[in-house]
């Protein structure tokens, strides 16, 4: 069974920083592209960031490019989202989301519970 | 970047009835990538349909996709009450983007 645990959230103050993870199990991590996707509250799904399985290719949405970056470490089935110059914009829950292939084109077949980021001084 | 449209906003059925969601794509979508997640209050989002019309596993076959181009539909046959939650449709090809979502609500 695939899980997908994040861990890392919490209050943060408008400027500071933040590292999410999320610790899979039950596939081959390095076979599948992984994403973070958020939902800030009461709103809809912005996808965030992207990488391969290998990790030698990411992406990141034109809202969050310069200042979010997505990361893997293969040996030890985890994913990270490193968060800096975090806004009230940021203030979601954010969703680890694991690919149907390796790259793309994949849907998201299993999501983890999220971790909530609040941005707020 | 493709943007996805959904409607209508709100739907409000009763259970038993049959539900239908419509996905706009601002341009053709290629190759019927496209899916459908559900979310629950409190949930995470779960995948129901993907490439316009397959069912991911476990997902009741009462949930159904058609469609091609720029105009998808996500159909519910007969409303269960665990049914009542908010759909997202997805196109995952060029961009990784999500409609804004539809609430189906009793």
């Known amino acids: 069974e695939v899980q997908l645990l994040e861990s890392g959230g919490g209050l943060v103050q408008p400027g500071g920083s933040l590292r999410l993870s999320c610790a899979a199990s039950g596939f081959t991590f390095n076979s599948y592209a992984m994403s973070w996707v958020r939902q800030a509250p009461g709103r809809g799904l912005d996808w965030v960031s992207a990488i391969t399985g290998d990790g030698g290719d990411t992406w990141h949405a034109d809202s969050v490019r310069g200042h979010l970056t997505i990361s893997r470490d293969n040996s030890k089935n985890t994913l990270y989202l490193q968060m800096g110059s975090l806004t009230a914009a940021d203030t979601a829950i954010y969703y680890c989301?694991?690919?149907?292939?390796?790259?793309?084109?994949?849907?998201?077949?299993?999501w983890g519970q999220g971790t909530l980021v609040t941005v707020s001084s | 970047e493709i943007v996805l449209t959904q409607s209508p906003g709100t739907l409000s059925l009763s259970p038993g009835e049959r539900a239908t969601l419509s996905c706009r794509a601002s341009q053709s979508v290629s190759a019927g990538y496209l899916a459908w997640y559900q979310q629950k209050p409190g949930q995470a989002p779960r995948l129901l349909l993907y490439?316009?019309?397959s069912r991911a596993a476990g997902i009741p076959d009462r949930f159904s996709g058609s469609g091609s181009g720029t105009d998808f539909t996500l159909t519910i046959s007969r409303l269960e009450p665990e049914d009542f939650a908010v759909y997202f449709c997805q196109h995952y090809a060029d961009s990784r983007t999500f409609g804004q979502g539809t609430k189906v609500e009793i």
């Open positions: 490439g316009t019309s």
């Open positions: 989301v694991k690919g149907s292939s390796r790259s793309r084109p994949y849907y998201f077949d299993s």
